[in-house]
């Protein structure tokens, strides 16, 4: 039976990486931690996606992650384990900079994984059958298109503004810089009215939107019971550890 990620049902997906997005964040105990990192692993690796893909993901945030890590490893109380110069890494604060690290990049992963294996449309679509408003799954449709022709938009005046002999010198041209902004958001604003008024005009409004479900197969049932039981195994797991029954 092919379990593969990018043929299950999207609505699926979306509450499977949910409850594991919750779930990891549920851990506390540092003996998990290689778990719950293996476990996101093991999942977008089912989606046969390239791990440079999920490198370059990693990169992005690594700077803040690493950065809030190191603050925890410093500035947190408890046991000094070493000390350089006059700052002290305690004992807590690599156990808090370890967890934060790892729980980051394991729900990053899972994100990735959904996103990435789930065309966006279907997402939203899938969003909506879940219970979400029609008008929220409109605005973010709406968002994710409009935030590229504002990159077109922006694109094009600064081609412009070279042309004329703009040049950037920082601080030194504020003005134009902020008169750039304020012409972007009201060449936005009239761009969504006209827009807004052309699908009033097209009957936008005046009817529901149809929810589309997807068949479920198998493969889908399969893949809600593994994470269903992986979920359940591991709170269970971290109860037990938390009251030392384990």
Same mark, same amino acid.
């Given at each position: ?53 999920? &490198? ?11 950065? +809030?890590? &190191? ?22 604060? $690599? ?13 990053? =992963? ?20 879940? %219970? ?5 799954? !409109? ?13 077109? *938009?922006?694109?094009? +005046? ?6 004329? %002999? ?8 504020? $003005? ?6 304020? =012409? ?6 009239? *761009? ?8 009033? &005009?097209?009957?936008? %409004? ?5 929810? *589309? ?6 493969? !889908? ?26």
């Amino acid at each position: 039976m092919d379990i593969g990620l990018n043929n299950l049902n999207p609505k699926l997906k979306i509450i499977g990486a949910m409850v594991l997005a919750f779930t990891f964040s549920f851990i506390k105990s540092i003996e998990l931690l290689p778990v719950i990192f293996f476990i996101s692993l093991v999942i977008y690796y089912l989606s046969k996606l390239p791990l440079s893909l999920l &490198l370059k993901r990693w990169i992005i945030p690594a700077p803040f992650v690493i950065l +809030m890590g &190191l603050f925890m490893m410093f500035f947190s109380e408890g046991q000094t384990v070493l000390t350089i110069g006059y700052l002290s890494i305690k004992k807590e604060g $690599i156990y808090w900079a370890l967890t934060i690290i790892t729980k980051f990049l394991s729900i990053l =992963t899972i994100m990735v994984t959904l996103f990435q294996t789930t065309h966006f449309i279907d997402i939203v679509r899938a969003l909506n059958s879940l %219970g979400v408003p029609a008008i929220l799954t !409109d605005i973010i449709i709406f968002t994710y298109r409009y935030i590229f022709e504002i990159g077109k *938009q922006l694109n094009k +005046m600064q081609i412009s503004m070279r042309l004329r %002999g703009f040049r950037n010198r920082g601080l030194k041209n504020i $003005i134009s810089l902020v008169s750039l902004v304020g =012409t972007i958001l009201v060449r936005s604003y009239e *761009q969504s009215e006209k827009v807004y008024n052309a699908m009033i &005009l097209r009957g936008y %409004g005046h009817k529901e939107s149809v929810k *589309q479900d997807l068949k479920l197969c198998k493969s !889908d049932i399969l893949g809600v019971f593994i994470v269903v039981a992986i979920s359940i195994g591991l709170i269970t797991v971290q109860i037990g550890l938390s009251w030392g029954g384990f």
